[in-house]
């Protein structure tokens, strides 16, 4: 016997209970995005280590799982699906027709420290449009997000789909002083506001060289409400941005999602290539990391060697979800379904408990029968212990009338059936 | 523009229309899985690479795709489900009620030369059951393989499970002089008999040492017949062997799949861990490699820390899988299913599009609206190009009475249909 080899850390074994939740999971995610016309798609779990090269931000790569195959090649686990989705779209854009409404369900690894809410195996549910410049599209994806928090029975004192615009975002920072080189670190800063006492959020805002009147004004950027925002204030690319969210919002209101959405300037999203709106999804408490986050990004295809094509999407990653489905009690009870366990009182009639089995299977019910010799009471203990619903026992007597038991699990009741009968059950 | 970056050469991009044909494999392996009881389980998909050293045999492990994390651990992306399971099950053996029946749809990594029918990235269901000595497990297995090529449509005239013991053919082989030590290597070579000519074959043996008495005896090992073997040849090994297949052939009788079963004595199965029954489905046209294949692995839970747990169970991948289903023509056209597409004459009408398209989907229908703020032709044709079975056209005429036009896509014909009906479409 060698000694038990254990399980990477931060990652999960799924027994059959375990799965059945993430099973549960992917079904909503699935239906929801099915709802809105959005199609299934995958590309391969390993992919050239280049995909990931300056398009993803410098955090990414370093969280990538890296090897060298045996023809030399570096090939990453991948971190996350926008790239594949990316080189996909560029390889065929001219032929697929527009607007482009994938989503995917699959698994990730990044090399982080595990801990609540992050693990190095993840899946993430990846819902995105391509080739629509409109609000129309960024207005879809959000209210796909809300149609699977609905679904998963989350009301909107539960969760908040955050909204921000990185064209206003850059605009507003502008007026603030901040110099357009500075706009990408000062936006990385902003991101980390929520997690960070205020003074070390002024310390690090500081570092980057920026003015004490500045780090006031985005200060209290989260006070900014979108209502009130005066476009004279802003440069051409803020009234865009501005305007942009204006539009958006209306298409919120027309989906019937506006409780659930909010305005929220210091939403900046690390990913650099966000070009518009950005969003996330969190539980109002704020006790969890975001339950899903993404945005629009109008550069990235042409990035991947494909035509320029604006794109909108976001992920929705399994690990902080189901915490928030376990603390607000919104999980089901998910127990196996077993419609029949056909038992025989001797090995002689098994043949005859398989037969019987194979015909029900034949009118796809879910079907077992014994599987180690086992005595008759002790088939129907196990019969229990899987959650079958109903027993059927082949025995002598009963066979020799051509009939058989039927038991009923839940009420205890028996009667006896031809198994004639059994094809109509 | 970057260059366009391209994917690992023996993987698959799936497009929508691909992971469709995916997707409806999956569901024909999940849906015979759940018909016979077994439970759906998953594991991390980088694993310590030891889980599989000499554990699996060395081709695999010459095949796997190892990787140095940043704690210096090295880590496999799976080349295969058994490690993991046997991991699984030894970590909870004592709690888990017997028999444990588990299944998985999951995709694995092997460095191999891609030809027709191997990638490097594939899929394989994993169907399993342990804790069972009996041959009701191994026919149970056996039975929802042939559950799964039935309900893809293929016929007996179309495919074989073709079945075998280890401990037959050990016992044969020793009737025919191989030495104890050399059943290993000539098991090999008998695995890869049908792609040779028998004169490779022969060469073969000859250079492992075999007599030319013994070679002779092993070539006719294809003429064997169940019903013809002689007990009283055999040593207890290989009558232990024969009296297990003859009570397995009986429970497949019972199952009534017989005339899909053969008895072949030159099926070994490369792995080392099979101790007893080995099987394998094929095309009869034999023109494909295996389609699935698996066995007996009674000592397999006890090598990765366990107690001593029987096991059986099988592999189907999906490649071979998906060659045969074309080949054959059995795959159904799967398309994109769109029940709805709410278009509107003008962007003010947009908002009332939308909110029609949010009823419908309440209603758990896929709907989809214009994203891209197209004009009526366009977003008309649009609807066609995705299928779209239903058009509602949003107008200002129709909607000043509260109606709208409900349009057929396949007859083409038209009505107006009050705006409150479609509550109950």
Redesign the interface.
Known sequence: ????????RG??????E???I??YIFEVWRASA????F??????????V??WKEKSGDEIEEQM???T??GG?K?A?RPEMTPTLA??V???FREL???I??FSIQ?F?R?EKPQSGRLR?FWQLNID?L??E?M??D??VI?TSV?IMRSFGFSADEFTVRISNRRLLNSMLRAAGIQEDKLREVCRVIDKREKLPNSEFRHMLSELGIPERSIESIEKFDLVKLEKIDAKNLDAEGIRGLSELQELF??L????ILEYCTFDLTLARGLDYYTGTVFEVFDTSKEFRAIAGGGRYDNLV?????DKCPGVGYAMGDVVLELFLRKRGKLPQLR???DFFVASTSKEL???A??IA?KL?ER??????????RSLSKQVK?AD??GAARLIIVGEEELSSGCAKLRDMKSGSEKKIKLSELEKI
């Open positions: 016997m060698s000694p038990q080899i254990e399980r990477v990652t999960r074994d799924f027994y059959p375990d799965k059945r993430q099973n099915l709802r809105f016309g199609e299934e798609m995958d590309g391969p779990l390993l992919e050239p280049e995909l799982y890296v090897l195959d045996r090649r090939l686990v080189r996909m560029a390889q065929r027709p527009k607007p409404k994938w698994r690894w090399y195996e449009t080739g629509s409109s129309m599209a207005a879809e209210a149609h209306s298409y209101r027309a989906y019937g042409a990035q991947f060697g494909g196996q379904q077993i098994y043949p005859k398989v037969e194979q299977r796809n019910y879910n079907v077992a029968v014994d599987l180690m010799e196990y212990s899987i």
